[in-house]
């Protein structure tokens, strides 16, 4: 019975502000390392950044120093704090449970320039 549910996707100028949300239930996330995935029309999916249970953060090369992962595990929620963002970052925007099976359904995001 695990679900995780992505919100926060959207339309904004470049420059501007997102912040995404991945709410889970059916499981724990403070016991899982969490991360976030996107994927462009026409491009593979990546990995953009990921929380592991201890709190350690990694993210890709391209969003570094401009996008924040964090948790909140009374809420039992991951978040994606983007900031400065740039057209490049349009996709659609994946929760994941580790490296497992569990996805989220998705949110878009579109940056315009």
């Known amino acids: 019975q695990v679900q995780l549910v992505e919100s926060g996707g959207g339309l904004v100028q470049a420059g501007g502000s997102l912040r995404l949300s991945c709410a889970a239930s059916?499981?724990?996330?403070?016991?899982?390392?969490m991360a976030w995935y996107r994927q462009a029309p026409g491009k593979q999916r990546e990995l953009v950044a990921h929380?592991?249970?201890?709190?350690?953060?990694n993210y890709a090369d391209s969003v570094k120093g401009r996008f924040t992962i964090s948790r909140d595990n009374a809420k039992n929620t991951v978040t994606l704090q983007m900031n400065s963002l740039k057209p490049e970052d349009t996709a659609v925007y994946y929760c994941?449970?580790?490296?497992?099976?569990?996805w989220g359904q998705g949110t878009q995001v579109t940056v315009s320039s």
């Open positions: 929380i592991t249970s201890s709190g350690t953060t």
């Open positions: 994941r449970l580790g490296f497992s099976m569990y």
């Open positions: 059916g499981t724990l996330l403070s016991i899982n390392t």
